[in-house]
């Protein structure tokens, strides 16, 4: 359907930026584009702050915070900063000035306001100006790639002049997670300048990476209007892992392409304005340099000694997991993950399989889609089940224009296109909903309630802090409802809730679970139940492409069972999971 991304489309631009949701493949496109360009002569570095990415097992070598040169590419560089040790840093240099003018506890509450992922994208953005803004650095290179791209959200924000001023004692709301941008003033100038290199289509392209299903081109599309809005408007997009079925082919091949394709001809309109290449489905590992090249040729066939078979654990199935929650009469149950693992999918089997067995269930729910209340209420589901759905946009909206208003007769306009732009962060969406979220597990006093997407643990400590410091309380709401003052408590307890982290087979789904469990640990909330979700290796496929890329996810299958007994997988199934027929199929299985 597009053309084919090769060596050739790769763009001219001095900067490359990669950007994308965990999981699409971005840093695999930037180390074969960095690959490439050295074949072709140039002198390439490339530069990775993504916390999910791993340069060294990409070229199979040692890359540290130094920028090491790759041997078997001439020409070619990386340098793999951390973006979660800049963040550190950044973090005690805002914060440090305060501790001994402020209460311990209150330090405590900046401190997590400043553990946020937008703190950790700040952090990497001031190590991108380093290097952008260093000429006899960049002088030294003919391309640097950069691995992970700012959003619009931190770009819009940096350009804001209140960004710059100390909003930390001043602030009307506790939402942030970018918190006060002042620890970092003495750079403004070299940000600026940073900024307007990226908005110039002479020296930056900027290369959006999708996979070809709808939540992320839906989040692609989303990503590339904010940045143009900022001026990033030179953009092109790269559709990752486009499946074609071979002659040797099975029904699960087939049907992974119809899905594919159906999801590009639905959402394909969010990337128009822009040139959309496509990358293969390849079922080899993207690690070593011959990975790679194979990679931006389209060479689909195995690298050699991939292909071996591989035992998987014999884990049980979704059935089990119902079987075992089916033991208490009542309780919260949330599930979790990035996006595009599945979590909508596993809450609303989890809650049909718990009210087939006799169990009264309320499901919450923040996606959209039309078909789970249908499925739930018209699908011959025996038992008491209810379902709500929570709007994120409307309840942003609403929480936004909550804050704002209180904030009018304190701050001038600038003030205010601050707080707004501060509003528009991750963590906004997340307070936002979570009072909805609190209201609905009140329920979990009389039935069980199952919440798909689940607030994180930096949210609830957030909230937990604002509790008992009254700060954020005192700033925003006024009060604290008995709902939220009963929540974390609730949480904590393994009695009373069951937390089920989703995932998928694959390096950076489970990366980014496992911080997320880290994430839930400091909240001192512990997960019961670890699923692994479309696995290719649990499926019965014939098909050669299919069956390799099975073979590789046995190491992800092995690293999640190591770190959590109770966890079960579910294979990757070619139909649509919809209707009471599906769900069953789901969770019928123990084994």
Request: overall charge negative.
């Amino acid at each position: 359907m597009f053309q084919e991304f090769s060596p050739e489309q790769i763009p001219k631009t001095p900067y490359l930026f990669f950007t994308g949701k965990g999981g699409t493949g971005k840093t695999s496109a930037a180390c074969a584009s960095a690959v490439a360009l050295a074949d072709q002569g140039k002198k390439v570095l490339i530069v990775s702050t993504d916390p999910a990415s791993n340069l060294q097992d990409v070229f199979d070598m040692e890359i540290g915070e130094n920028i090491t040169a790759i041997p078997a590419v001439p020409g070619l560089s990386a340098v793999n900063l951390d973006p979660e040790a800049a963040a550190a840093a950044y973090r005690d240099k805002v914060v440090g000035p305060y501790r001994d003018r402020f209460p311990a506890a209150i330090v405590s509450q900046m401190e997590e306001q400043l553990s946020g992922a937008c703190t950790v994208e700040i952090a990497a953005f001031d190590e991108f100006t380093t290097i952008l803004t260093k000429e006899e650095l960049t002088s030294q290179y003919d391309t640097i790639i950069f691995d992970t791209a700012p959003t619009g959200h931190t770009l819009r924000l940096l350009q804001l002049p209140n960004a710059w001023t100390d909003f930390l004692e001043e602030s009307t709301h506790g939402a942030s997670c970018l918190g006060p941008l002042s620890g970092l003033d003495e750079k403004k100038s070299l940000y600026e300048s940073a900024v307007n290199a990226l908005a110039d289509e002479k020296k930056t392209t900027l290369l959006l990476v999708v996979r070809p299903d709808e939540s992320s081109i839906r989040e692609g599309g989303r990503a590339a209007a904010e940045l143009a809005e900022t001026g990033l408007e030179n953009q092109m997009a790269l559709m990752n892992g486009v499946f074609q079925p071979g002659d040797d082919t099975d029904e699960s091949a087939a049907a992974l392409f119809s899905k594919q394709q159906a999801a590009i001809s639905k959402m394909e309109h969010l990337l128009e304005g822009m040139p959309v290449h496509q990358l293969p489905y390849v079922p080899y590992p993207l690690t070593g340099i011959g990975a790679l090249r194979s990679f931006l040729q389209g060479d689909v066939s195995e690298v050699a000694g991939d292909a071996a078979e591989q035992e998987k654990p014999d884990l049980p199935g979704l059935g089990a997991l119902v079987e075992k929650l089916a033991e208490k009469t009542k309780g919260v149950i949330m599930t979790m993950g990035k996006g595009g693992v599945g979590k909508t999918t596993i809450a609303t089997a989890v809650a049909a399989g718990l009210a087939e067995k006799g169990k009264k269930v309320h499901l919450t729910t923040t996606d959209p889609a039309a078909h789970i209340e249908h499925v739930i209420k018209g699908g011959n589901i025996p038992g008491e089940i209810s379902v709500s759905r929570i709007h994120p946009e409307k309840e942003v909206e609403h929480y936004k224009q909550e804050v704002l208003s209180k904030a009018q007769e304190e701050l001038d306009e600038e003030g205010l296109a601050y707080l707004e732009e501060d509003l528009s962060s991750p963590c906004t969406e997340e307070i936002a909903v979570f009072r909805s979220f609190a209201n609905a597990v009140e329920k979990a006093d009389s039935e069980f309630v199952v919440i798909d997407t689940a607030p994180t643990g930096h949210t609830l400590l957030l909230l937990d802090a604002s509790q008992s410091y009254h700060k954020e309380i005192e700033r925003s709401s006024g009060e604290v409802p008995d709902s939220v003052v009963k929540l974390l408590p609730r949480l904590r307890n393994k009695e009373e809730t069951d937390v089920i982290v989703v995932t998928l087979p694959e390096a950076t789904p489970v990366l980014e679970a496992s911080r997320l469990e880290e994430d839930l640990e400091r909240a001192e909330i512990t997960p019961s139940w670890w699923v692994i979700n479309q696995s290719l290796a649990a499926a019965d496929t014939t098909d050669p492409i299919l069956k390799a890329r099975g073979n590789h996810e046995v190491r992800w299958i092995r690293e999640v069972w190591s770190r959590a007994e109770n966890t079960v997988l579910i294979p990757w199934i070619k139909d649509e999971i919809q209707g009471a027929d599906a769900l069953r199929k789901l969770t019928s299985s123990s084994n």
